[in-house]
């Protein structure tokens, strides 16, 4: 019997139904699939069961021994690949998989919000399916004028169709998280960087200051963007920015489009 490990944030999706709802929302088509945090293997076994072929990675030694040996056909006819390493870790370059990918995870909580931003910047991962704590799901697909629109918000759906599917309760689980969860699924229509037209910035450097920008932006929610911005960027400049945008000075950040964001990034960089 294997006990549940706080630490790699373990709670195991039990709930039937609900691991249908994951396979039925995924993407239709032959690209391949990688799944973090395969755990005791049960969402993996439903997506080799729809053909998919899959790479997982798994931190947890203890459970790699578990699932190589539920899946040593599957392994062995190479429909399955078992990477058994911290998921962080093998996305050292921009890519997880040297191919275009799908994600499909019920992510641990402690790290999803990295997980979710490595994987928009990947250009190989075509689409995100997650099971998130729902407070952060929420975060990813507010909408400007929300109270919890944020930078995440706004570089997900800078590229993304974002959308929270649907709730699932803490006895979906064992052991049962003291959150609610929330699955979101997230389909790119563009890259945020790319040489070529679509990407929305012209190179890496370009997309970090971008990150920076929004991080100081959103830096006191409840201030205003003002405010916020000139810690980093000269004031007189944010308000004739500002100002040709046709918007407050008393604008506060959940306030403005993604749109305006850019436009403003546009001005400031
Ligand atoms: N997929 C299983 C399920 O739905 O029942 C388990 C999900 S559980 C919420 C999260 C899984 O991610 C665990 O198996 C945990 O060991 C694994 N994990 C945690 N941190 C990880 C990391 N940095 N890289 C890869 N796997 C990780």
New binding site residues.
Partial sequence: MIKA?KK???????DESV?SKIIQAMPNDSLPVV??????????QKLLQSGKLVSA????LE?CVVLKRKFESEIASKQLTLVC??????WRGDSLLDQEYHLV???????ATN?ILKALSDPKCRSILV?VQKEVAKKFASQAGDKNFSGLAILANSIANVEVLFDVGSEA?DPPPKVTSAVLRMVKTREFVQNQRDGIFLDQDEFEEFKRFLKEAFKAPRKTLTKNLQNSYEKSLVLKFLDELDLSFSVRPHQLSIDLYHLLFDKLK
Avoid at 8 to 14: A, C, M, R, S, W
Avoid at 35 to 44: K, Q, R, S, W
């Fill in positions: 490990k790699f944030g373990q709670n195991f999706l039990i691991k799944e973090i945090g395969p755990g005791l293997g049960d969402l993996t990675f798994e931190i947890d459970l390493s911290d998921v962080l870790e093998q995870a019920n992510l641990p909580y402690y790290v997980i099971m689980f």
